[in-house]
């Protein structure tokens, strides 16, 4: 299988610190995006860091990108309790087609 | 704008009925994909769609299943006879295929389905 390995599978953390969650993947890829899904709703993007580029900032997430390790890492700054939801890394592995391949997901938790 | 949309959101069936998930597009979207996502299993990609033809659908777990996309802004996706391990839920996606890539997924708000 192509999926992506994420970890932890579960953070739970205290609003104001930051969480870090990180992505493997195993062959070589376009891009690698990640996705937000809140309980019972589908998945929002989040942000997309191209294979040449190694780092991505948007409002208080940041992206970085590690192609000679496969991985790659979701930073939230200064969380909130909205942020509380499963984020997934997803890839558009080269000469895989036209289509992504999810990774199993961290549940975030910020708790007041 | 309407985002994609989605019907049913929540299905319930017995077992060895037929059940069909309805999924339409953002407009200008050229392609179109389906997932499902089940605890066990995570998110799989079931088929996917570009200007109404299927590119891949080696995802499709049998031959119980089977999608259509008749034109840009409606696609179908069909379990008959349905069985209780296709309980999941089923999301369908859009986006604007790039040149080689694979841009940004807009996401329905998915169809829960339950197979007694």
């Known amino acids: 299988s192509q999926q992506g390995e994420e970890d932890p599978q579960a953070l739970s953390i205290q609003e104001g610190e930051n969480a870090t969650m990180n992505c493997s993947y195993k062959?070589?890829?376009?891009?690698l995006q990640w996705y937000r899904q809140n309980s019972g709703r589908g998945l929002v993007h989040l942000i997309l860091?191209?294979?040449?580029?190694r780092e991505k900032h948007s409002g208080r997430l940041r992206v970085t990108l590690d192609t000679s390790k496969k991985s790659s890492s979701l930073l939230i700054t200064a969380s909130r309790a909205a942020d509380t939801a499963s984020y997934f890394c997803a890839t558009d592995y080269r000469g895989g087609g036209n289509k992504l391949t999810f990774g199993t997901g961290t549940q975030l938790k910020v708790e007041l | 704008d309407a985002g994609v949309i989605q019907s049913p959101r929540h299905e319930v069936t017995e077992m060895g009925q037929e059940v069909t998930l309805r999924c339409k597009p953002i407009?200008?979207?050229?392609?179109l994909f389906w997932y499902r996502q089940t605890m066990m299993r995570g998110l799989e990609l079931l088929i996917y769609?570009?200007?109404?033809?299927?590119?891949?659908d080696s995802g499709m777990p049998e031959d119980r299943f089977s999608a259509k996309m008749p034109n840009a802004s409606f696609s179908t996706l069909k379990i008959q006879p349905s069985e209780p391990r296709d309980s999941a839920v089923y999301f369908c996606?859009?986006?604007?295929?790039?040149?080689?890539?694979?841009?940004?997924?807009?996401f329905g708000e998915g169809s829960r389905l339950t197979v007694l």
């Open positions: 769609f570009n200007n109404n033809v299927p590119i891949d």
């Open positions: 407009s200008g979207h050229n392609s």
């Open positions: 062959t070589s890829i376009n891009n």
């Open positions: 996606a859009s986006s604007i295929p790039g040149q080689g890539v694979t841009g940004e997924l807009f």
């Open positions: 860091i191209r294979s040449n580029e």
